[in-house]
C-alpha cells in the first residue's frame, strides 16, 4: 500500500464537536493527542479520516473541512478504507498507531450530525491506538507497515 500524508492534525477540548486543525501534535504511547478531548486509556484514542472522504460530503453541498467530522487526523493519498482491525500505521519517522475499530455506533445525534446532517465516521471513520508516541506535523507520511 502506497504511503500518503497527513493534511490535517485536529484536536478539540469536548466529545461530539468538530475538531479544529492544530497544524501539529505530540501522540503519546497508549493515550492519544495530549490535551484532545479523545485522549484517554481506551481502543479509539485516534480517529483517521482522509480528505477524499471528506470531498464526497463537499460535492453533497456541506459546508465541510479536516476536522468537521472530530478525526484527529486527516490523510491524503492513502486508502484508510482499505485497512483493517489490526493493521499498523507509521505516521512520520517516531508514531505507530495500530486500528482498532472500523466505523463506530452513534448512539446520539451529536454537532457535527446536527450541524451537517449526516455523520460519515459510523461508517467510514478508522480509529486506532497509540503504540509509540511522538510528533505529528501536517505533510508527515502515513503508510501501513
Known amino acids: 500500500m502506497p504511503s500518503g500524508k497527513i493534511i490535517a492534525v485536529c484536536t478539540s477540548k469536548k466529545k461530539g464537536v468538530p475538531k479544529t486543525d492544530a497544524g501539529s501534535a ?6 492519544g493527542i495530549q490535551g484532545d ?6 481502543h479509539r484514542q485516534i480517529s483517521l479520516l482522509s480528505i477524499e472522504q471528506i ?3 463537499k460535492d453533497k453541498g456541506y459546508d465541510v473541512k479536516p476536522g468537521s467530522f472530530a478525526e484527529n487526523l486527516t490523510t491524503t493519498g492513502f486508502d484508510l478504507a482499505a485497512v483493517k482491525v489490526g493493521d499498523r ?4 519517522e517516531s508514531v505507530l498507531l495500530e486500528v482498532t475499530q472500523i466505523g463506530k455506533e452513534c448512539h446520539t445525534r451529536c454537532a457535527i450530525f446536527n ?3 449526516e455523520c460519515i465516521m459510523p461508517e467510514q471513520g ?3 491506538k497509540v503504540l509509540e508516541g511522538g510528533p505529528v506535523t501536517v505533510g508527515d507520511s502515513i503508510e501501513q507497515v
Open 55 to 57: 470531498q464526497t460530503m
Open 89 to 92: 500505521l507509521r505516521v512520520g
Open 37 to 42: 478531548a479523545h485522549a484517554g486509556d481506551w
Open 126 to 128: 478508522v480509529f486506532a
Open 115 to 117: 450541524k451537517v446532517g
Open 26 to 31: 505530540v501522540l503519546e504511547k497508549d493515550l
